[in-house]
């Protein structure tokens, strides 16, 4: 089985400032980590994703995350926030489901930016 | 753009009605997944076809089904619609079987029961 956890359901940041949004997993097979973005009233785009390697991922739009085994963390990071990064991000776990390998989704963190 | 189409973007019934959603996957594509996101459940998994096959089952209730169709469009029914069924569903396509590739979104289809 696996599990996500996004702490924060609501972040605000001040445009500039840094951008943190955390995400913890479970899972039972090696992860494969995900971050989508949902820009309102549009589907899911991938951010970026972790399989295996380095565990520093580059995305796009500047975002970029961290695979750290030892605190089942997989927290997304943005320098510098910019008004068009105001959406809600979903991390997500590859996890195994009775032999079938499933994306498991959190439950979102929406991201305001303030002026 | 990503690729994967939806029709019909918004969708208003009745109590009781059934309806179809319609998803045409990115060109190549050959796995579609549905999900439903609803403000109190989150986006959820429900369901998962490879090459007009169900490969894997998440929390779909008894009153759906879909499947995939040659030309790999995929329907997904809702039947005996309940309030609760309002929401926004998402078809995603990707290109092997597995569903840890990375999968591309439609646009959704907003369903309001009323």
């Known amino acids: 089985a696996q599990s996500v956890t996004q702490l924060g359901s609501h972040v605000s940041v001040s445009e500039g400032a840094l951008v943190l949004l955390r995400c913890n997993y479970s899972s039972s097979v090696p992860p494969y980590l995900f971050w989508y973005v949902q820009y309102p009233n549009q589907g899911l785009q991938l951010l970026l994703k972790?399989?295996?390697?380095?565990?520093l991922v580059k995305g796009i739009n500047g975002f970029e995350a961290e695979f750290k085994k030892s605190e089942t963390s997989f927290h997304l990071t943005k320098p510098s926030a910019h008004m068009s990064d105001a959406a809600e991000y979903f991390c997500a776990v590859r996890g195994d489901s009775g032999g079938y390998q499933k994306v498991t989704f959190g439950i979102g963190t929406k991201l305001q930016v303030i002026p | 753009d990503s690729g994967v189409t939806q029709t019909p973007k918004h969708l208003i019934t009745a109590t009781g009605q059934r309806v179809t959603l319609r998803c045409s996957p990115r060109s190549g594509d050959l796995s579609v997944y549905w999900y439903q996101q609803s403000l109190d459940q989150g986006l959820q998994f429900l369901i998962h076809y490879y090459n007009g096959e169900e490969r894997a089952k998440g929390n779909i209730l008894e009153r759906f089904s879909a499947q995939q169709f040659p030309d790999l469009h995929s329907e997904l029914n809702l039947s005996s619609l309940e309030l609760g069924d309002s929401a926004l569903y998402f078809c995603?396509?990707?290109?092997?079987?597995?569903?840890?590739?990375?999968?591309?979104f439609g646009p959704g289809t907003r369903l309001t029961v009323l």
């Open positions: 995603a396509s990707s290109e092997g079987r597995g569903s840890y590739n990375e999968q591309f």
């Open positions: 972790y399989t295996t390697g380095a565990t």
